[in-house]
């Protein structure tokens, strides 16, 4: 059912900052700054040839990711995010076996304009899943 590495994501304070730093201690190829009010963050996305770095910055009162940066002030990774094929059957299939689904447990639009889910991170080794429709 799991599928490619999509992405990770790492919160920051300021993503123009850390992009900076991705392009020029790394070379890499970033995306400007897309504020993304639904979701309560800006994102910078970063191309490898084999996966991507998500950048998130907080975006309004209520971003999802503004208690984390509290916790971790200089930033760190917040989410991995796999590809599945039908992000409903694998809902399912991961809810039969008792992983739990944050929010309404419907899939929403994503950063990428395909279908998302999040996994609570308590069912999967303390770490925040994005499940993300390839
Ligand atoms: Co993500």
């Known amino acids: 059912m799991i599928g490619k590495l999509n992405h990770v ?3 920051v304070r300021d993503v123009t900052k850390a992009a ?8 890499a190829q970033v995306s400007d700054p897309m504020p993304q ?6 994102t910078v996305f970063i191309t490898l040839p084999n996966t991507k770095i998500e950048l998130l910055e907080p975006l309004g ?3 999802p990711i503004a208690r984390f940066l509290e916790r971790n002030p200089d930033g760190g990774i917040h989410h991995v995010c796999y590809e599945v094929d039908d992000i409903e059957i694998a809902r399912d299939r991961l809810k039969a076996q008792g992983a739990r689904v944050l929010g309404d447990g419907h899939a929403k639009m994503g950063a990428h304009g395909k279908p998302v889910l999040f ?4 069912d999967f080794c303390g770490t925040l899943i994005e499940l993300e429709q390839a």
């Open 37 to 42: 009010p639904e979701h309560g963050v800006t």
């Open 9 to 11: 994501a790492i919160a």
């Open 119 to 122: 996994l609570h991170p308590k």
């Open 61 to 63: 009162q209520a971003s």
């Open 20 to 27: 900076e730093v991705y392009h020029r201690v790394f070379g």
